[in-house]
C-alpha cells in the first residue's frame, strides 16, 4: 500500500470555492426545470463535459453496477432524462432484469451534484433509429463493432472487427444496430447539492407526490 497516498489525497483542495450560492426558496418548484437551470449555468460557465453523468444500474438480484454516460436530452415533461445504449450490454441487461436505476452529475468548478432516480423505459425503435443515425460515421461505425461489455479477446480481434463494421456502414449509412436503445429514466425523486467552501451545503431534496412535488432540505 501506498503509505503517502491518504495525505497526497487530503492534499487536493475539494469545494474550495468560489462556488455560487444557492437559495432553495428561489428554486423552481419542478425539479426538471431546476436542473434545466443549473445546465444552463453549467454550459454558460464552461464546466466541462456537463452533459456526462453516472447511470447506476442494479441487477434482478440487486448487485449495483455504475458507468458513465452522455445525456442527449430531456424528456417533454422535463423530468426525465434520455440516454442511448446497447440493450445487449451489462446496464441493458440490468435495465431489462429491473428497469430502475439512478443518475448523477457533479460538476466540480460549481461544487454543484445532481442526483434523479426512477424507472426507466426503452423509447420506440424510430426514436433509437432517429438517435442513431444523428451520429457521426466513426460513432456509427462503433455502434457497429462487436458485442459492448462481452469479452474481447485482443486488439486484433477489435481491429478486424472495426473493418468489418467500416464496410458495413460504407455500404448502408441507414443501417442501425439492433439493440441500439433510447432510454429514458422518469426521475420520482431528484436531490440539488450546493457545495460550500466552510460546509454549509445545501441540499434540496424532491419526491414526486402524484402530479406535484414534495421539497425539503436535508441535512449536509
Ligand atoms: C465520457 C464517456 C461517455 C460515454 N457515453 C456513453 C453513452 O452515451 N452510452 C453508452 O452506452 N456508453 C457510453 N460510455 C461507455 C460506458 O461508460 C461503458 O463503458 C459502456 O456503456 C459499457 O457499460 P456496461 O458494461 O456497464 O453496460 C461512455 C464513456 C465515457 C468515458
Known amino acids: 500500500m501506498d503509505e503517502e497516498l491518504p495525505a497526497r489525497l487530503r492534499a487536493v483542495p475539494v469545494l474550495a470555492g468560489p ?23 453549467a454550459l454558460d ?7 456526462v453523468m453516472t447511470l447506476s444500474t442494479a441487477d434482478r438480484d440487486g448487485k449495483p453496477s455504475a458507468r458513465v454516460l ?13 440516454f442511448a445504449s446497447d440493450a445487449g450490454s451489462h446496464k ?15 460538476w466540480p468548478h460549481q461544487g454543484r451534484q445532481i442526483r434523479a432516480a426512477g424507472p426507466v ?10 438517435d442513431f443515425l444523428g ?22 480481434a477489435y481491429d478486424e472487427e472495426r473493418r468489418r463494421a467500416a464496410d458495413l456502414v460504407a455500404a448502408d449509412p441507414q443501417a442501425v444496430p439492433e439493440g441500439h436503445t433510447v432510454y429514458r429514466l422518469r426521475a420520482d425523486e431528484m436531490e440539488f447539492f450546493q457545495g460550500d467552501p466552510d460546509g454549509f451545503h ?13 421539497r425539503g432540505l436535508l441535512w449536509p
Open 19 to 41: 462556488l455560487p450560492r444557492f437559495d432553495p426558496d428561489g428554486a423552481d418548484p419542478a425539479p426538471g426545470r431546476q436542473f434545466a437551470r443549473w445546465l444552463d449555468d
Open 45 to 51: 460557465d464552461g464546466v466541462p463535459e456537463p452533459h
Open 70 to 82: 452522455m445525456l442527449r436530452g430531456l424528456g417533454a415533461d422535463a423530468c426525465s432524462f434520455v
Open 92 to 106: 441493458g441487461h440490468d435495465l431489462a432484469a429491473n428497469p430502475h436505476a439512478a443518475l448523477s452529475w457533479y
Open 121 to 130: 423505459e426503452a423509447l420506440d425503435a424510430g426514436i433509437a433509429r432517429g
Open 135 to 156: 451520429r457521426r460515421e466513426a460513432s456509427r461505425i462503433a455502434g457497429f463493432t462487436g458485442r459492448m461489455s462481452a469479452p474481447l479477446a485482443g486488439p486484433g
Open 202 to 214: 445545501v441540499r434540496l431534496h424532491y419526491a414526486r407526490q402524484g402530479d406535484d412535488w414534495k
